[in-house]
């Protein structure tokens, strides 16, 4: 958890840092999700907020906020620290960060950190706007209970 809560400071005082030279940005998402676990498969929906900032000529630093809830049956939230590499310059792009997830449904309870690995697009809009477009992977587990995690993402954001 500490290493959590230096790697947000970090990226915060990174984007305030660096907010003249528009290197920052900040991303609101809609993210699909399947959970596969001993029992089965499931898929569902929620919402990601980004906020990142460039820390190297093709380095991003991102943490991103996730969240799926529907109230009777299932929650999950996560929060992620990654770095995103562009092998080209822009465009495609390489993540690989730590997650910190938690995942209730039925009576399975898992509360972990685990890696998480992606690979995704962006689309310049404007002179400081983007879409992207992602697919990320990440396993937790706890107590005997393994849950795979693949997610499709679409978001939007705005260089600052």
Partial sequence: ???????????LS?????????TSYFAVGYKSMELSDNFGDL??????LTLGTQVAENTLVELNLVTFTDVDFIEITSTDV???YYPMGD???????????????????????????GVGYDIPVGESGAVR????SAEY???GVDID???????????F
């Fill in 14 to 22: 990174l984007g305030v840092a660096q907010a003249d030279d528009h």
């Fill in 133 to 136: 477009i992602e697919y990320t």
């Fill in 91 to 117: 465009g495609v792009f390489g993540r690989l960060g730590y997650s910190e997830g938690e995942i209730e449904f039925d009576e399975i309870s898992v509360d972990d950190g685990t890696v998480i690995y």
């Fill in 149 to 159: 995690v693949d997610g499709f993402t679409i978001s939007t954001g705005v260089r």
């Fill in 82 to 84: 990654s770095l995103l």
């Fill in 1 to 11: 958890m500490k290493f959590l809560n230096l790697a947000i400071a970090a990226v």
């Fill in 43 to 48: 898929d569902t929906t929620g919402t990601q």
């Fill in 141 to 143: 587990s706890e107590g």
